[in-house]
């Protein structure tokens, strides 16, 4: 009987998938050529930044206190070369990496907390959204009252102003986990922390990821608006830097402080970008955003 | 492709005497008080083991509830619903598989829910993949297959939870003729050679002559049963046939009946 045989729709079954699969290749391009075309924009953009600066300071607007692009650049470049900037970067990158890895310790166990919990959901929910509304600057009070001018108030700063975006993230991606791959999941045995390890942390995983980015963003600015506040003695960071332009009224140092920050800021976010759309690509969802 | 250790001629009794899924008057309603809606009422039907029972109704009848209440994820309001100590798996009309895995890793993730070691898990899963015909495709994702090859990898990953109860929420219903077409043909070589014992929910009636050995029609709001066709006509059968076409024209004046009661 041909039914015993199930290599007998093989051929065909073979044949269609070949057709359906049969979607033309990208031609794959040189890395310096994808470097370059993420890169020319960005570029583009500068020079424009550069010329409208330099037209700002031709028209002598405010001459007196205003730099141009050349003075400013060249501050920049000397600051480079002295170690105060870069012990100014370091320590700032260091209070970013410590505050930023404890928020997201807190965000992530409240976040895992409040998305599974109902109760805790309905008490907390709302309030950890209120919580992103705030703006970073109004932590300093608090927390310089709460423990001094130190670094312990910095960090501070920095999770109540990240963990809430992370854990808000988590939540949003419980939110939207389809209910159809969690029934999958039950049916296939899988029941509590294998479910979750399996199912709901990947499927989670890209809101996830965006609330990191988020987290990173508001953090970044709380940690520097703490930083002009609370002033470390021997202990320069981009914030004093900022902070000591400003009483020297030196408006070339500040600009070269806020490029540097502008940089920093860039880089980070280029590595979050990064690490989205690779799971973007492997979820399948950048496929169907550039088709 | 590989054998299977069982030989064809044993029948369905040796599966296991009675049946493989005892429905007994099961009712289930949701929601309590004025606005409580009886979803089934009273059903009763049994599936013997080796058996492919197709269930077939208008909307609303709740084929996809009384699954669920197979498949163990819900419980009835009142009844009871035996599978004895049979494996259990649920396949529905979207291929469900996880969109981060390749094709391999899903169908390997209910073994490593059972706990099924490393090394026999990737022999099963080669094995599995070939079954549904699909060796060279286990490294890619869901979303770079084709409609018709999930379901595909859905029904692997249904039959690699070791079930011999397969429960199947029109998996099929989705995917264009020619796809169906052959897919019947892929699972009803799978039925045959594993003595699975099939309940396969469609709302399309030539498909449920075309599969199954037993049409069960289901009445909508509550839904009960309200009539049953045997199929005994060879297999292969054709989708267009006359024998298929003949019974389904059947089948449809009886459920155009039942439709039109409820347009009243």
């Known amino acids: 009987m041909a039914i015993e045989t199930p290599q007998e729709p093989a051929a065909a079954l073979a044949g269609l998938d070949q057709l359906e699969l049969a979607t033309p290749q990208q031609a794959k391009r040189h890395l310096a050529a994808k470097a370059w075309a993420a890169a020319w924009p960005k570029l583009l953009a500068l020079v424009l930044a550069l010329v409208v600066w330099q037209l700002i300071y031709l028209s002598g607007f405010k001459s007196a206190i205003m730099p141009g692009p050349a003075t400013t650049l060249t501050d920049l470049w000397h600051q480079v070369h002295t170690a105060q900037l870069w012990t100014a970067i370091g320590t700032t990158l260091r209070r970013a990496v410590i505050g930023f890895a404890l928020a997201l310790v807190i965000g992530t166990v409240v976040g895992a907390l409040v998305s599974r919990i109902r109760p805790l959901r309905a008490a907390v929910g709302s309030l950890i959204t209120a919580l992103q509304t705030l703006p970073s600057i109004v932590w300093v009070p608090f927390a310089i009252i709460l423990f001094g001018a130190n670094t312990s108030a910095i960090l501070f700063v920095i999770v109540m102003t990240a963990a809430p975006a992370i854990a808000n993230g988590l939540i949003a991606g419980a939110d939207f986990l389809p209910p159809l791959l969690l029934r999958a999941g039950k049916t296939m045995g899988l029941r509590r922390i294998s479910l979750y390890r399996h199912v709901i942390m990947p499927a989670t995983l890209p809101a996830y990821v965006s609330g990191l980015k988020q987290g990173w963003v508001f953090g970044w600015h709380g940690l520097i608006a703490a930083e002009i506040v609370v002033i470390i003695l021997g202990q320069p960071s981009l914030g004093v830097l900022l902070s000591n332009d400003q009483d020297q009224a030196d408006m070339a140092g500040a600009i070269a402080i806020i490029i540097v920050i502008l940089a920093i800021g860039i880089v980070v976010d280029l590595l979050f970008t990064l690490i989205n759309g690779r799971i973007r690509r492997r979820w399948g969802v950048a496929d169907a955003a550039s088709a | ?264």
Do not use: Y
Not at chain 2, 44 to 67: D, N, Q, W
Not at chain 2, 68 to 82: H, I, N, Y
Not at chain 2, 125 to 146: C, I, N, Y
Not at chain 2, 239 to 249: F, H, K, Q
């Open chain 2, 1 to 264: 492709m590989t054998t299977d250790p069982r030989p064809h001629e044993t029948t369905a009794d040796e599966a296991g005497a009675g049946t493989a899924i005892q429905i007994s008057e099961v009712s289930k309603t949701f929601g309590r008080g004025d606005t409580a809606l009886l979803a089934l009422d009273r059903i009763s039907l049994s599936v013997a083991p080796g058996e492919f029972v197709c269930l077939i109704g208008a909307s609303g009848c709740g084929k996809s509830t009384l699954l669920s209440l197979v498949a163990g994820l819900d419980a009835p309001t009142s009844g009871t619903v035996d599978t004895g100590t049979r494996r259990v798996s649920l396949m529905f009309q979207e291929s469900a598989l996880f969109p981060w895995l390749t094709a391999a890793k899903n169908v390997e993730m209910p073994m490593r829910a059972s706990g099924v070691p490393r090394a026999e898990r990737r022999d099963r899963v080669a094995e599995l993949l070939d079954l549904v015909q699909l060796s060279s495709f286990g490294d890619k994702r869901p979303h770079e297959l084709s409609g018709g090859m999930r379901q595909r990898v859905a029904l692997a990953r249904s039959l690699a939870q070791d079930a011999d109860v397969l429960l199947m929420d029109e998996p099929f219903g989705a995917l264009d003729a020619m796809t169906r077409d052959l897919l019947h043909e892929v699972l009803e070589g799978i039925w045959r050679r594993r003595q699975l014992s099939i309940l396969f929910v469609t709302h399309e009636v030539r498909e449920a002559v075309r599969l199954g050995d037993r049409v069960v029609l289901l009445s909508s709001r509550p839904g009960r049963v309200i009539g049953e066709f045997p199929v005994d006509f060879e297999r292969p059968r054709g989708m267009d046939s006359a024998e298929t076409v003949g019974l389904a024209i059947k089948i449809k004046d009886r459920l155009r009946e039942e439709i039109v009661r409820h347009g009243h």
